[in-house]
């Protein structure tokens, strides 16, 4: 999930982000969504606005600010959560956009990327669930609420700040320390509007065990949880997409909470995990798919005993001992790049897209065949058979010379067959498993590590998500 960082609150937001300003809205006409997309949308150079609506009645509205074109406006209104206006960077107007639209993540957004879908609170999305596309929902444990009017319930004293104006604000990089007096201010105001939120039902922030200061990790923990060495970290600086969200940007290095830092693990074994468990060592002392090696070992042999075949008949050889260490090298160069065509890239020996959408159509259609039978018997529980042989020995030839594909693969196999069959995850995951122990050439835990990995969530069993 990327997460954007907003730099203001609107004035008139039911939902205020801890830690930042006010900015004025009244010029934006919250009320009428084809108005603020016109405020921006060829209006003139670096301007732009855009408006659509959302599945559930509401709708999101966008407009660069032309007094102050480095920033947006981002409103998003829920016909029973009220509304949220918030002032972003300009470029990050389409990755909010898409987050709100697509994004399958509520409307908002805390602590590095927690979301709240307006009845509880989940974990940022890291976890990729290719059965459903999109990340897998983590509720937060023991997570309380945090309204307006809850915090409101201690000292303020709003005389001592102002609004700000849009003309000539500039974001800062470490939140208002006296925040309270900010709210208390905004709370003010608010008897401006028609019919405003009440204050215990303006979502401000969350807390949860998870969340506490203390329980933070550093990279050092986040190395560890991930199983991996600190040198191999991303660098916070210039790797940083490529690290979970932090929960806290401390001055001395961002902070994760413990289950966040779990999830990234978790995502990155998905990733990562199925290259390094199917590869293999090749004559060369390289590391690379095991598929890949088998191959090479194979053709190495094919070209050294023809090489041995052509010395014997040569009578240049008829009174040298053949040099079986030079044979064996030179027939492993010679071997070397027709096995890396049978399974890479462009000019491949083997059509490997062609394959995979094959491996595909050959499970769907083995489980299409099953729900036929099943509707036409009438049967009130469905049974899936097992995947044919000669599929799974398929399934195995192309995994293991593209491991790094199997999680793509499985994923596409339990998308097609939930939205073509109505077929649950859970239950042609289980089926993908009994079928590999039943005729892959790999080992049993192999064959359950590989899955562990390459499944999405909803396909594994309910005990080990």
């Given at each position: 999930?990327?997460v954007?960082h907003?730099?203001a609150?609107?004035?008139?937001?039911?939902?205020p982000?801890?830690?930042?300003?006010f900015?004025?809205?009244?010029r934006l006409?919250l009320d009428?969504?084809?108005?603020i997309?016109?405020t921006?949308r060829?209006q003139?150079?670096?301007?732009?606005?855009?408006t659509?609506s959302l599945r559930?009645g509401?709708?999101?509205a966008?407009?660069t600010e032309p007094k102050?074109r480095?920033y947006a406006?981002a409103v998003?209104?829920?016909p029973?959560?009220?509304?949220?206006?918030?002032?972003?960077?300009?470029?990050d107007?389409s990755d909010?956009?898409?987050d709100?639209m697509?994004g399958?993540s509520g409307?908002?957004y805390?602590?590095?990327?927690?979301?709240?879908?307006g009845?509880?609170?989940h974990?940022?999305g890291?976890?990729?669930?290719?059965?459903f596309?999109?990340?897998?929902p983590?509720?937060?444990?023991?997570?309380t609420?945090?309204?307006?009017?809850?915090?409101?319930?201690?000292?303020a004293?709003?005389?001592n700040v102002?609004?700000?104006?849009i003309?000539?604000?500039?974001a800062?990089?470490?939140?208002?320390p006296n925040?309270?007096d900010?709210?208390?201010l905004?709370a003010q105001?608010r008897?401006r509007?028609?019919a405003p939120?009440?204050l215990?039902q303006?979502?401000?922030?969350?807390?949860a065990?998870?969340?506490?200061p203390?329980r933070?990790v550093d990279?050092a923990?986040l190395?560890k949880?991930?199983?991996?060495a600190?040198?191999?970290?991303?660098?916070p600086e210039?790797?940083?997409r490529?690290?979970?969200?932090?929960?806290?940007?401390?001055p001395?290095g961002?902070?994760w909470?413990?289950?966040?830092?779990r999830d990234?693990?978790?995502?990155?074994?998905?990733?990562d995990?199925?290259a390094?468990l199917l590869?293999?060592t090749?004559?060369?002392?390289?590391s690379?798919?095991c598929g890949?090696?088998?191959?090479?070992?194979?053709?190495?042999?094919?070209i050294k005993?023809?090489?041995?075949?052509?010395d014997?008949?040569?009578?240049k050889?008829?009174f040298?001992?053949t040099?079986e260490?030079r044979t064996?090298e030179t027939a492993?160069t010679?071997?070397?790049?027709?096995a890396v065509?049978?399974s890479?890239g462009?000019?491949?020996l083997?059509?490997?897209?062609a394959l995979?959408?094959?491996?595909i159509?050959?499970?769907?259609?083995?489980?299409?065949d099953?729900v036929a039978r099943a509707r036409k018997?009438?049967?009130?529980e469905l049974?899936?058979?097992?995947?044919?042989?000669?599929?799974?020995k398929l399934?195995?030839w192309?995994?293991?010379?593209?491991p790094d594909?199997t999680?793509?693969?499985f994923?596409?196999?339990?998308?097609i067959a939930?939205?073509r069959?109505?077929?649950?995850?859970e239950q042609?995951?289980s089926l993908?498993?009994?079928?590999?122990?039943?005729d892959s050439?790999?080992?049993?835990e192999?064959?359950?590590?590989?899955?562990?990995?390459?499944?999405p969530?909803s396909?594994k069993?309910?005990d080990d998500?």
């Open positions: 999930m990327h954007i907003p730099v609150n609107g004035l008139r937001t039911d939902h982000v801890p830690g930042l300003p900015i004025n809205d009244e006409p009428n969504p084809d108005a997309e016109r921006g060829n003139g150079e670096g301007l732009w606005g855009r659509d559930d509401g709708w999101v966008f407009t102050n480095s406006w998003h209104h829920h029973e959560y009220g509304r949220t206006v918030l002032l972003i960077h300009d470029q107007m909010l956009h898409h709100w697509y399958h409307f908002l805390r602590h590095g990327g927690y979301w709240w879908d009845t509880a609170w974990r940022p890291q976890v990729l669930d290719r059965a596309e999109h990340y897998d983590r509720p937060v444990r023991a997570a609420t945090v309204t307006a009017a809850d915090l409101l319930a201690q000292a004293t709003p005389d102002h609004v700000s104006k003309a000539d604000f500039t800062s990089k470490t939140p208002l925040w309270l900010h709210l208390a905004w105001q008897h509007l028609p939120q009440p215990d303006c979502v401000v922030d969350l807390r065990p998870e969340l506490e203390a933070l990279r923990g190395a949880i991930a199983g991996i600190l040198n191999d970290l991303p660098h210039r790797g940083r490529h690290l979970p969200p932090p929960q806290v940007d401390a001395e961002p902070r909470s413990e289950p966040v830092a990234w693990a978790e995502q990155r074994r998905s990733a995990g199925p390094a590869a293999g090749t004559t060369f002392g390289t690379q798919p890949l090696v088998t191959d090479h070992n194979l053709l190495t042999k094919i005993d023809s090489l041995e075949d052509e014997t008949r040569s009578i050889r008829r040298a001992k040099d260490k064996q492993a010679l071997a070397w790049w027709p065509a049978l890479e462009p000019g491949s083997f059509p490997m897209s995979r959408t094959t491996l159509e050959a499970v769907v259609g083995g489980l299409a099953d018997w009438e049967k009130d049974s899936l058979g097992d995947i044919r042989t000669d599929v799974v399934l195995d192309f995994i293991l010379r593209n594909a999680p793509g693969l994923g596409d196999i339990l998308l939930r939205t069959l109505d077929l649950a995850p042609v995951g993908l498993r009994r079928s590999f122990h039943l050439e790999l080992d049993g192999t064959i359950d590590t590989l899955l562990d990995m390459a499944l969530p396909a069993r309910a998500r």
